[in-house]
């Protein structure tokens, strides 16, 4: 599964806030049953490797870049 998201620049920000740029954001989701105890299942997430802060706050950090994460589900 392919997930994109668009956010628009945020130009009105509150008396506490920084003005947010826009950015795009797209994840990919796989997921394969290897036999019939295992399942395997892969995200990456934030493959644009976009760089925008996690919120208005003035403190606030980046997000990460790029990252992926492979999980294994076995069954006994």
């Known amino acids: ?3 994109g998201s668009f956010f628009d620049v945020d ?3 509150g ?3 920084v003005r947010m740029p826009g950015y795009t954001v797209v994840d990919a989701i796989a997921g394969a049953t290897l036999a019939k105890w295992i399942d395997l299942n892969l995200n990456v997430r934030n493959m644009l490797d976009c760089t ?3 919120s208005p706050d003035p ?3 980046a997000a990460p870049g ?3 994460v492979l ?3 076995l069954r006994f």
Do not use: F, H
């Open 66 to 68: 790029v990252s992926a």
């Open 52 to 54: 925008y802060p996690m």
């Open 1 to 3: 599964m392919l997930r």
């Open 15 to 17: 008396p506490t806030e």
């Open 11 to 13: 130009d009105r920000p």
């Open 59 to 61: 403190r606030a950090v």
């Open 71 to 73: 999980t294994a589900n």
